[in-house]
């Protein structure tokens, strides 16, 4: 419509609905980081800037959550303190641990995207696919939702206290299958991992041990 997009939450116990967004700007993505607030994040692009806010439920008032990127993807813990952010620079892209309270970004070595990864449920470790390569240098995640590419992933966990890197699987090694993670999530427990392979639909489930 000419306002753009409307953002709604729907109480599902009274059916009742509530707009607490509006923007000129059609196209953004949405997760809940707490139980009053969500984070909105404009859809990415390398070839534009990419912002992200947190919005109140209550106040419907809204706040730069971290500084714009471009390629801008992020994923928020589950205690509302860090985000795992990729961006794209100019001839790369660079996975970060941004941490809200003392607003440092940390940098790690992998690269991946934050729809690869899931945080565990004490917000410490995160658990990624991580592709074989990124051949298509800094023109991200356009590439990827464009279906240019399919990928050949691994498992990787990153523990954000320490920021130790861990490969827990190579799954084309371990399974003799190229499998391309999407949709992954992680049991209450935190002993299994679940996921679809893009390449197929196929759902795979992972036992975390030792890790």
């Excluded at 969500?38 to 990415?44: D, F, L, Q, R, V």
């Excluded at 399919?150 to 890197?165: F, Q």
Aim: aromatic share 14%.
């Amino acid at each position: 419509d000419d306002l753009g997009v409307l953002g709604v939450v729907r109480d599902l116990l009274n059916e009742t609905k509530e707009t607490i967004f509006e923007s000129p700007f059609s196209e953004w993505t949405s997760q809940w980081d707490s139980e009053n607030t969500i984070e909105i994040s404009t859809k990415p692009s390398y070839a534009a800037q990419g912002y992200s806010y947190e919005l109140s439920v209550d106040t419907h008032r809204y706040f730069k959550s971290l500084p714009e990127k471009k390629g801008l993807l992020t994923l928020v813990s589950p205690d509302n303190t860090k985000i795992l952010t990729m961006e794209v620079t100019e001839n790369d892209t660079v996975l970060s641990i941004f941490d809200r309270t003392s607003k440092r970004t940390r940098q790690l070595s992998l690269q991946t995207f934050p729809e690869k990864c899931v945080w565990s449920y004490n917000s410490r470790d995160v658990y990624c696919g991580v592709p074989n390569t990124l051949a298509y240098g800094n023109e991200y995640p356009d590439t990827w939702y464009q279906g240019l590419e399919t990928y050949n992933d691994s498992l990787w966990k990153v523990n954000t206290e320490t920021m130790a890197e861990t490969m827990i699987s190579d799954l084309n090694r371990e399974y003799s299958e190229n499998i391309d993670i999407d949709s992954i999530n992680i049991d209450s427990k935190g002993e299994y991992l679940y996921f679809i392979d893009k390449n197929n639909e196929f759902l795979w489930s992972y036992r975390l041990i030792d890790f």
